[in-house]
Protein backbone atom coordinates (compact mmCIF):
# COMPACT_ATOMS: atom_id res chain seq x y z
CA UNK A 1 0.00 0.00 0.00
CA UNK A 2 1.76 3.28 -0.72
CA UNK A 3 0.72 6.99 1.03
CA UNK A 4 0.29 9.05 -2.64
CA UNK A 5 -2.99 9.23 -4.13
CA UNK A 6 -3.10 8.99 -8.20
CA UNK A 7 -4.92 10.74 -10.17
CA UNK A 8 -6.15 8.89 -12.76
CA UNK A 9 -5.39 9.62 -15.70
CA UNK A 10 -7.32 12.36 -17.78
CA UNK A 11 -8.78 14.12 -14.57
CA UNK A 12 -7.11 17.64 -14.32
CA UNK A 13 -3.90 19.20 -15.37
CA UNK A 14 -0.59 16.88 -14.81
CA UNK A 15 1.82 17.37 -11.79
CA UNK A 16 4.05 19.27 -14.64
CA UNK A 17 1.52 21.95 -15.25
CA UNK A 18 0.40 22.71 -11.24
CA UNK A 19 2.70 25.56 -9.56
CA UNK A 20 3.06 25.01 -5.94
CA UNK A 21 0.15 22.62 -6.16
CA UNK A 22 -2.19 24.90 -7.56
CA UNK A 23 -4.51 24.49 -10.71
CA UNK A 24 -3.73 27.21 -13.29
CA UNK A 25 -7.34 27.68 -13.57
CA UNK A 26 -7.75 28.43 -9.70
CA UNK A 27 -4.60 30.44 -9.82
CA UNK A 28 -5.76 32.80 -12.61
CA UNK A 29 -9.46 33.00 -10.25
CA UNK A 30 -7.18 34.01 -7.96
CA UNK A 31 -4.96 37.11 -9.65
CA UNK A 32 -9.01 38.14 -11.37
CA UNK A 33 -10.08 38.23 -7.28
CA UNK A 34 -7.10 40.48 -6.28
CA UNK A 35 -7.21 42.48 -9.17
CA UNK A 36 -10.88 43.50 -8.73
CA UNK A 37 -9.92 44.16 -4.60
CA UNK A 38 -7.90 46.92 -6.16
CA UNK A 39 -9.98 48.24 -8.64
CA UNK A 40 -12.64 48.42 -6.28
CA UNK A 41 -9.93 50.49 -3.65
CA UNK A 42 -9.32 52.87 -6.54
CA UNK A 43 -12.84 53.14 -7.17
CA UNK A 44 -14.40 53.38 -3.70
CA UNK A 45 -11.01 56.43 -3.16
CA UNK A 46 -11.74 58.33 -5.95
CA UNK A 47 -15.35 58.58 -5.32
CA UNK A 48 -14.64 59.61 -1.98
CA UNK A 49 -12.78 62.34 -3.06
CA UNK A 50 -15.21 63.38 -6.14
CA UNK A 51 -18.31 63.24 -3.46
CA UNK A 52 -16.63 65.25 -0.89
CA UNK A 53 -16.62 62.94 2.18
CA UNK A 54 -15.07 64.49 4.80
CA UNK A 55 -14.43 63.21 8.13
CA UNK A 56 -15.62 65.26 11.30
CA UNK A 57 -12.93 66.25 13.41
CA UNK A 58 -12.82 67.91 17.22
CA UNK A 59 -11.95 71.12 16.26
CA UNK A 60 -11.76 72.26 19.81
CA UNK A 61 -12.53 71.34 23.61
CA UNK A 62 -14.87 73.19 25.80
CA UNK A 63 -16.73 72.49 29.31
CA UNK A 64 -19.72 71.26 28.93
CA UNK A 65 -21.20 72.68 32.44
CA UNK A 66 -20.44 76.33 31.06
CA UNK A 67 -20.24 76.35 27.48
CA UNK A 68 -23.83 77.22 26.89
CA UNK A 69 -23.02 80.61 28.80
CA UNK A 70 -20.19 81.22 26.70
CA UNK A 71 -18.77 82.55 23.19
CA UNK A 72 -20.76 82.11 20.20
CA UNK A 73 -22.32 79.06 21.92
CA UNK A 74 -24.38 81.64 24.40
CA UNK A 75 -26.90 82.14 21.50
CA UNK A 76 -26.81 79.22 19.12
CA UNK A 77 -27.51 79.39 15.60
CA UNK A 78 -26.66 81.13 12.38
CA UNK A 79 -23.91 83.48 11.58
CA UNK A 80 -23.55 85.34 8.43
CA UNK A 81 -19.49 85.42 7.52
CA UNK A 82 -20.68 87.16 4.19
CA UNK A 83 -19.38 85.64 0.65
CA UNK A 84 -22.12 83.12 0.91
CA UNK A 85 -20.41 81.71 3.91
CA UNK A 86 -21.92 81.05 7.49
CA UNK A 87 -21.31 79.41 10.37
CA UNK A 88 -23.90 77.70 12.47
CA UNK A 89 -23.45 76.93 16.45
CA UNK A 90 -25.82 73.87 17.35
CA UNK A 91 -25.76 72.66 20.77
CA UNK A 92 -27.27 69.28 21.49
CA UNK A 93 -28.36 68.17 25.16
CA UNK A 94 -31.16 65.28 26.62
CA UNK A 95 -33.99 64.76 23.90
CA UNK A 96 -33.09 68.49 22.26
CA UNK A 97 -31.17 70.36 20.03
CA UNK A 98 -30.59 74.45 20.33
CA UNK A 99 -31.81 75.73 17.67
CA UNK A 100 -34.55 73.56 16.72
CA UNK A 101 -34.44 75.07 13.15
CA UNK A 102 -31.95 76.93 11.24
CA UNK A 103 -32.67 78.92 8.12
CA UNK A 104 -30.15 79.05 5.42
CA UNK A 105 -30.27 81.43 1.80
CA UNK A 106 -29.77 78.21 -1.34
CA UNK A 107 -25.92 77.85 -2.16
CA UNK A 108 -24.41 78.75 1.17
CA UNK A 109 -21.43 77.22 2.03
CA UNK A 110 -22.16 76.63 6.26
CA UNK A 111 -19.30 75.13 8.84
CA UNK A 112 -21.94 73.08 11.24
CA UNK A 113 -20.07 74.10 14.64
CA UNK A 114 -21.93 71.20 16.87
CA UNK A 115 -21.28 70.12 20.74
CA UNK A 116 -23.19 68.42 23.57
CA UNK A 117 -23.41 69.42 27.13
CA UNK A 118 -24.46 66.03 28.76
CA UNK A 119 -24.65 62.59 26.73
CA UNK A 120 -22.75 61.48 23.32
CA UNK A 121 -25.33 62.14 20.78
CA UNK A 122 -25.30 62.28 16.81
CA UNK A 123 -26.30 64.53 14.41
CA UNK A 124 -27.26 63.93 10.91
CA UNK A 125 -28.62 65.72 8.10
CA UNK A 126 -31.09 63.79 6.02
CA UNK A 127 -29.95 64.23 2.49
CA UNK A 128 -26.63 65.42 2.94
CA UNK A 129 -22.88 63.50 3.56
CA UNK A 130 -23.25 65.67 7.18
CA UNK A 131 -23.38 62.69 10.20
CA UNK A 132 -20.81 63.26 13.26
CA UNK A 133 -20.92 61.86 16.60
CA UNK A 134 -21.06 64.37 19.30
CA UNK A 135 -19.14 64.03 22.48
CA UNK A 136 -19.78 66.22 25.23
CA UNK A 137 -16.89 68.62 25.78
CA UNK A 138 -15.70 68.34 22.22
CA UNK A 139 -16.75 70.59 19.55
CA UNK A 140 -16.97 68.74 16.23
CA UNK A 141 -17.27 70.49 12.60
CA UNK A 142 -18.34 69.70 9.20
CA UNK A 143 -19.08 71.72 6.42
CA UNK A 144 -21.52 71.45 3.82
CA UNK A 145 -22.93 73.48 0.89
CA UNK A 146 -27.08 73.74 0.79
CA UNK A 147 -27.50 73.73 -3.02
CA UNK A 148 -31.51 73.04 -2.78
CA UNK A 149 -34.26 74.31 -1.50
CA UNK A 150 -36.31 72.57 0.77
CA UNK A 151 -36.59 71.06 4.34
CA UNK A 152 -33.70 69.37 5.58
CA UNK A 153 -34.41 67.27 8.62
CA UNK A 154 -31.63 66.74 11.36
CA UNK A 155 -31.70 64.00 13.65
CA UNK A 156 -29.94 62.56 17.14
CA UNK A 157 -28.52 58.88 15.83
CA UNK A 158 -27.36 58.00 19.27
CA UNK A 159 -29.51 56.49 21.36
CA UNK A 160 -30.03 58.92 24.24
CA UNK A 161 -32.88 57.71 26.41
CA UNK A 162 -36.07 57.59 26.46
CA UNK A 163 -37.25 61.13 24.81
CA UNK A 164 -34.91 60.27 22.09
CA UNK A 165 -37.37 59.95 19.14
CA UNK A 166 -37.94 63.55 20.03
CA UNK A 167 -34.36 64.48 19.57
CA UNK A 168 -34.45 66.96 16.08
CA UNK A 169 -34.34 69.51 14.20
CA UNK A 170 -34.68 71.17 10.66
CA UNK A 171 -32.63 72.69 8.14
CA UNK A 172 -34.88 75.19 6.03
CA UNK A 173 -33.03 76.14 2.72
CA UNK A 174 -34.62 79.51 1.21
CA UNK A 175 -34.12 81.18 -1.79
CA UNK A 176 -31.65 84.56 -1.32
CA UNK A 177 -35.04 86.64 -1.60
CA UNK A 178 -36.90 84.80 1.45
CA UNK A 179 -33.61 84.65 3.49
CA UNK A 180 -33.28 88.45 3.34
CA UNK A 181 -36.93 88.85 3.98
CA UNK A 182 -35.74 86.34 7.25
CA UNK A 183 -33.19 88.05 7.99
CA UNK A 184 -34.66 91.45 7.61
CA UNK A 185 -37.87 90.45 9.71
Not at 81 to 87: A, N, Q, S, T, V
Not at 122 to 127: E, L, N, P, R, Y
Not at 131 to 155: A, C, H, K, R, W
Not at 159 to 180: I, K
Amino acid sequence: MTDTLERPSGEGPSEEHLTMGIDPWEKNWMKLSAGLLVVFAVLITIAGFAAGFQLPGAESEVDPRTVANEGPWAEPGLRDLGDGKFEAYVISQLWSFSPRELVVPIDAEVDLYVTSIDLQHGFKITDTNVNMQIVPGQVSVLTYTFDEVGEFPYICHEYCGEGHAAMFGVVNVVSESEFAEEVGA
